[in-house]
C-alpha cells in the first residue's frame, strides 16, 4: 500500500467520508471534523505511519492538502 492510501484510507476511516470527499476537505468543513473528529483522524494518522505528531503539527493540520505538507517536510513521508 502506498503512502497516499495509507493517508486516504486514514481519513475515510477516522472522518467516514468518501474518496472522492477528499481533496476538499477541510477542518469544520464537515460535521465528523470537529475537535474530536480531529484528534480520531491524528491518532489513525499515527498508528498508520507509526509516527508521534508534534502538537504545532496537530495544530497546524487543517486541511487533507495541509496535512500532506506536515507529513513530507516534518516526517519525511513521501506522497
Aim: net charge negative.
Amino acid at each position: 500500500m502506498s503512502n497516499l492510501e495509507k493517508y486516504d484510507n486514514a481519513f475515510m476511516e477516522a472522518l467516514e467520508v468518501a474518496q472522492d470527499q477528499l481533496a476538499d476537505l477541510s477542518y469544520q468543513s464537515i460535521d465528523a471534523w470537529d475537535s474530536v473528529g480531529h484528534m480520531n483522524l491524528i491518532a489513525t494518522l499515527e498508528d498508520a505511519f507509526d509516527i508521534m505528531m508534534d502538537t504545532d503539527d496537530i495544530i497546524d493540520f487543517s486541511s487533507y492538502e495541509k496535512g500532506k505538507e506536515i507529513l513530507s517536510a516534518n516526517y519525511q513521508i513521501e506522497f
